[in-house]
């Protein structure tokens, strides 16, 4: 079997944490005798210091031409004075998500036991979370249209949430599916008592129940889910919300997990999917080997496991992270105490042997 596989390390810490996933993509493609081909290229404040434009042509045609993408993180503080439609988050990211399709962002928040200690809450709350956020990607609140324009007092400014039937229905029932293939339960995160949008999602779920009687349907307002999440976050399985809703509550959720460094996620809809941690470049720690390369391991797990249906392989990749939190390693952001501090590149390292070794 042979895999093309685009890497887009991006700015910021991306070129620190993107190797180590890819070493152990090479390790499980030995193993398995699998052949993955990858190909860099440049996004993000990266490619816009080489060509001018945060998404240069080449490197959509390459994630096009490819059978996955791994992307790192893009933007920094020396891409921030551009306009916004020029700074990598929007013009990259929002035109990649456009560009191959990805109209469905997946997060799992999953608490390693080992790291039961590096979470802020208390061990009784958040011990044996497992939940999934499933974020609509490509429309609502950040792909309506926006306008800033003058006006005789001082300057008016709007953003537009807008969603299609199609859009809800289409994420919706990707919610129940994947919560048909978990534990069953699917929460519908919304703001009803004010939005006209979340009124026509919460009818749509409505309607979409019926087709899934064996997923049970809940309805949760998202201020009430911010703070369930806090309190209560085992009562969640699958989580579906709009953009703008899934962007806050994931790293709100991130918190579950001990580390916003422990998070991966994958965006799927069109051919490509792409794969990627949730966090940000982290400009405050790039190029000190401290960043936390586990969010992007186990994005090259979503990897194998959705687009490549490697599924023993994902485990392994799982199974390896888990083998080393519980030998006691850990990066700056996750160290505690009596545990081990690694850097990035021995924490990817440890992690690839145990792949091996598994
Ligand atoms: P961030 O996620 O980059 O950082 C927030 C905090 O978490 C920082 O203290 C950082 O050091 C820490 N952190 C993040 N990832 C870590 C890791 N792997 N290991 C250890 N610590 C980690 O968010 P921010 O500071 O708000 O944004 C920084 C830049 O990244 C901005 O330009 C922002 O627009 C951009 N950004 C990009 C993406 C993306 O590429 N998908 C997402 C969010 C933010």
Same mark, same amino acid.
């Not at 991306?14 to 996004?43: D, N, R």
């Not at 609509?136 to 006006?151: I, W």
């Not at 009124?199 to 899934?212: G, S």
């Given at each position: 079997?042979?895999?093309?596989?685009?890497?887009?390390?991006?700015?910021?810490?991306?070129?620190?944490?993107?190797?180590?996933?890819?070493?152990?993509?090479?390790?499980?493609?030995?193993?398995?005798?699998?052949?993955?081909?990858?190909?860099?290229?440049?996004?993000?404040?990266?490619?816009?210091?080489?060509?001018?434009?945060?998404?240069?042509?080449?490197?959509?045609?390459?994630?096009? /031409?490819?059978?996955?993408?791994?992307?790192?993180?893009?933007?920094?503080?020396?891409?921030?004075?551009?306009?916004?439609?020029?700074?990598?988050?929007?013009?990259?990211?929002?035109?990649?998500?456009?560009?191959?399709?990805?109209?469905?962002?997946?997060?799992?928040?999953?608490?390693?036991?080992?790291?039961?200690?590096?979470?802020?809450?208390?061990?009784?709350?958040?011990?044996?979370?497992?939940?999934?956020?499933?974020?609509?990607?490509?429309?609502?609140?950040?792909?309506?249209?926006?306008?800033?324009?003058?006006?005789?007092?001082?300057?008016?400014?709007?953003?537009?949430?807008?969603?299609?039937?199609?859009?809800?229905?289409?994420?919706?029932?990707?919610?129940?599916?994947?919560?048909?293939?978990?534990?069953?339960?699917?929460?519908?995160?919304?703001?009803?008592?004010?939005?006209?949008?979340?009124?026509?999602?919460?009818?749509?779920?409505?309607?979409?129940?019926?087709?899934?009687?064996?997923?049970?349907?809940?309805?949760?307002?998202?201020?009430?889910?911010?703070?369930?999440?806090?309190?209560?976050?085992?009562?969640?399985?699958?989580?579906?919300? /709009?953009?703008?809703?899934?962007?806050?509550?994931?790293?709100?959720?991130?918190?579950?997990?001990?580390?916003?460094?422990?998070?991966?996620?994958?965006?799927?809809?069109?051919?490509?999917?792409?794969?990627?941690?949730?966090?940000?470049?982290?400009?405050?720690?790039?190029?000190?080997?401290?960043?936390?390369?586990?969010?992007?391991?186990?994005?090259?797990?979503?990897?194998?496991?959705?687009?490549?249906?490697?599924?023993?392989?994902?485990?392994?990749?799982?199974?390896?992270?888990?083998?080393?939190?519980?030998?006691?390693?850990?990066?700056?952001?996750?160290?505690?105490?009596?545990?081990?501090?690694?850097?990035? /590149?021995?924490?990817?390292?440890?992690?690839?042997?145990?792949?091996?070794?598994?």
């Amino acid at each position: 079997m042979r895999y093309k596989i685009a890497v887009l390390p991006g700015d910021g810490i991306g070129p620190e944490i993107i190797p180590q996933a890819v070493k152990v993509l090479k390790t499980v493609g030995k193993k398995y005798g699998v052949q993955f081909e990858f190909k860099e290229g440049l996004v993000g404040g990266a490619a816009i210091d080489v060509y001018g434009t945060a998404l240069p042509e080449e490197t959509l045609k390459l994630c096009e /031409e490819s059978q996955a993408v791994l992307l790192g993180a893009v933007g920094g503080p020396k891409w921030d004075s551009l306009p916004p439609a020029q700074r990598p988050e929007t013009a990259a990211l929002l035109a990649l998500r456009k560009g191959l399709g990805l109209y469905a962002n997946i997060r799992p928040a999953y608490l390693f036991s080992a790291l039961v200690d590096s979470c802020p809450l208390k061990k009784e709350v958040v011990e044996g979370t497992d939940l999934l956020i499933l974020r609509e990607l490509t429309g609502g609140l950040y792909f309506g249209e926006k306008k800033r324009q003058r006006t005789d007092t001082g300057e008016v400014a709007w953003d537009t949430l807008i969603y299609t039937s199609e859009e809800i229905e289409r994420i919706l029932r990707l919610g129940f599916e994947l919560a048909r293939a978990r534990r069953k339960k699917l929460t519908s995160v919304d703001k009803a008592n004010v939005l006209i949008t979340s009124r026509l999602w919460r009818e749509t779920a409505e309607r979409l129940a019926q087709e899934y009687p064996d997923v049970e349907l809940e309805h949760m307002y998202v201020d009430n889910c911010a703070m369930q999440l806090i309190r209560n976050p085992r009562q969640f399985d699958v989580l579906v919300m /709009e953009n703008t809703f899934g962007d806050i509550l994931s790293d709100l959720a991130s918190v579950l997990s001990g580390s916003i460094g422990m998070l991966p996620s994958a965006s799927i809809g069109g051919q490509t999917a792409l794969y990627e941690p949730i966090h940000g470049s982290a400009p405050d720690i790039a190029g000190q080997n401290k960043a936390n390369p586990l969010a992007t391991i186990l994005s090259a797990a979503m990897m194998l496991r959705i687009s490549f249906k490697m599924e023993q392989a994902a485990r392994d990749i799982e199974n390896a992270v888990n083998k080393v939190l519980e030998q006691g390693y850990r990066t700056a952001d996750i160290f505690r105490e009596g545990t081990t501090l690694v850097g990035t /590149e021995e924490m990817g390292e440890l992690v690839r042997q145990a792949v091996e070794e598994g």
